[in-house]
């Protein structure tokens, strides 16, 4: 158990399983893209424990560059992304795979994924250590590679923090 904000979360998935699901993931897509040379953009501030421990697993020729996106008003509608970090790679003819950390309802990506798209990427997949399926809103969003499926409920550690603390945590937790 441990305590932020006055709120108890407890241990939901662990260390040891964080990992042998992320090994799950570096082996598909080490088999999916032989022969290719993707660009992993991964998207902070979230993510970036997972792709560390991604891209460790990956035995492909390939990149990785990094994003950080402002969380947007007017969710409702497909607006625009807009970027504290942009992108700084030119995606053009690019296979690109985007690091996100968890997909909730997947507003963020939806906007994101198709900017790729329209930037020229020659194929634009998602991999997302943690996804929530009951929130899902866009379809087109489903994580391709993904580490585990969760329920709907509020999550630390891993990357994901809580008022930006939490983060460093090896194991994720769910609020109590
Ligand atoms: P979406 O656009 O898919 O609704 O939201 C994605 C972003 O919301 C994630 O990248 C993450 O930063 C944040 N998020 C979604 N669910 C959780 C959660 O359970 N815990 C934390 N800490 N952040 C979350």
């Known amino acids: 158990m ?9 241990e939901s998935i662990s260390a040891n399983e964080i990992q042998e699901a ?16 993707p660009l992993f953009v991964c ?20 990149e990785i560059t990094f994003v950080r996106m402002k969380s947007y008003e007017g969710t409702e509608t497909t607006g625009k992304v807009n970027m504290l970090i942009p992108l700084q790679v030119d995606v053009k003819g690019r296979d690109v ?3 996100e950390d968890i997909v909730d309802t997947g507003i963020t990506m939806h906007a994101f994924m198709e900017e790729l798209r329209k930037m020229g990427a020659k194929s634009v997949e ?3 250590m943690l996804y929530k399926p009951e929130s899902l809103r866009y379809e087109d969003v489903k994580p391709k590679y993904y580490g585990l499926a969760i ?12 008022n930006e ?9 769910t609020k109590v």
């Open 2 to 10: 441990v305590k932020y904000e006055g709120m108890e979360f407890a």
């Open 22 to 37: 992320v090994n799950r993931v570096a082996t598909a897509i080490n088999a999916d893209y032989a022969g290719r040379e």
């Open 43 to 62: 998207v902070l501030n979230g993510a970036f424990m997972y792709a560390s421990d991604l891209m460790k697993r990956i035995t492909l020729p390939c």
């Open 97 to 99: 795979i985007v690091i």
């Open 126 to 128: 998602l991999t997302s």
């Open 151 to 162: 329920p709907p409920a509020f999550i630390i550690g891993y990357g994901l923090d809580i």
């Open 165 to 173: 603390k939490a983060r460093n945590l090896a194991s994720i937790y």
